[in-house]
């Protein structure tokens, strides 16, 4: 018997090594390599000429398991994410029927409170359903900016409840389980306390224009 | 930037007009789907009747690069995206700059078409990236001191009450972030009758045609 696949689609337009998504996807992957899981990444801002949309496809076809790890934009899925999510579909419509390929989606938002993302994971759900595919559950994280891109390791116990719910629903994965709600309420748990999140975001938002040169200009409105 | 292509300015009966209120519809057909086409018909003439100018921009024809998440567009020049020279910076200034923004949009999957989504990506530069607490939920705090209101017409091909439910959930959650005064939703099956779009559109959408007639006034 081959070896079971997953595929990860890193759904962040930013470039690779620096995405919260590609943190938080590449972290599950790597548990699920450790069970004996073949892996592979592809990154939306990287399928987008056809050579490179097929082999997304191809790979999703053959795939025992399907993740998408993404970011949130405005109350849902990134452009990029929903224009594959709309291609994927399409093609699995026209696809004799192969065999299941199941699928989680894990979606981290910029705010500290993981319930943003709900709209998002009922999108994802409904998408599982259009594509065939078997819908094992939806991850939603807050706080998602404070991982910097950094492997998750390295935060050391900043995300120790973050990892531990990954962890949880690598193995019911490996194990052919949907994902266990105690791996979403670890989720919940994981990152910094709301108010030390947004003094900390204000904070970095006014080093930034410092840096910049923009720290009076934040509150322009050149559309007006 | 030559935009003659993808976008209309409604030509309105002089007589009637009342050049009060201004109305932007972004409309979300995916390549290949009309179905959208009889409903925008219908959208149209009753935006006509309000003597609002409504600035129609077709999606999918228009230049328009997708959001890359790197937040320039609230450190860098705050309030603009860094791409220029597409027609994002267009959309968004007509965006603010209406009293009524309208998504005609297939529901996908619960959700905008991507098209649609391409151009809400791109308006994170009309709020400021500080934070305000709203029912114990963090959001973003404005940049401006008025917004548009926001109407969602949704196509579905197929009677679906889950994508349903989730496309109202979704824009009751971007009126929330997008400070949008009033808010309506209409879903609509594909291929209904003029007539019937017609009354759905009219009813659902009464919150936000009512306030624009009354601006107009």
Redesign the interface.
Known sequence: MSARRAVLLVG???PRGT?NSEALGSYLLARLAEGSMNTEVFHVGRCLRPEKERLLLEAVDGADLFVLST?L????????V??F??RI?AHRAEQPEGSAVRFLALVNCG???W??TR??L???R??AR?AGFEWTGGLGLGGGEAIGGRPLKELGGQTRYLRRGLDLAAEALLAGRVVPEEAQALLARSGIP?RL??AL??IG?LK??RR?G?LR???????? | MDDRRYVTDVVVDPGAMRPGSRTVVLNGA?KGDEALAPVEDELLALLRETGTLVRDFQLRDVPLA?????FEC???????CKTDGDAG?RI??AM??SDLMVLLTPI???????EI??A??R????V????RRVG????HRR??RRYPALAAVGVLHEPDE??ER?FR??VE??AL?LYSPATAVCVLPAGAPSPVVRDRLATSLEPVLGRLAGRAA
Request: negative net charge; contains cysteine; glycine residues 10%.
């Open positions: 962040s337009a930013r995405g970011p934009y405005v109350d849902a899925l990134p452009y990029l929903t224009r999510a709309e579909a705010f500290p409170e319930e943003h709209t998002a009922d999108i994802c409904v998408f259009e709301s999140y947004t975001g204000t938002w930034a224009a910049h923009t200009r934040l509150g322009d409105r050149p559309l007006q | 995916l997708y959001c890359q998440g790197c609230w450190i860098n020049t705050p309030g603009l910076r968004t200034g603010i700059g996908t999957f619960g959700g905008y078409s991507s989504k391409k809400m990506d308006s994170i530069c009309m400021s990236p500080f934070f114990g939920e963090v959001h940049r401006y889950e994508q989730i959930t979704l959650r971007n972030n």
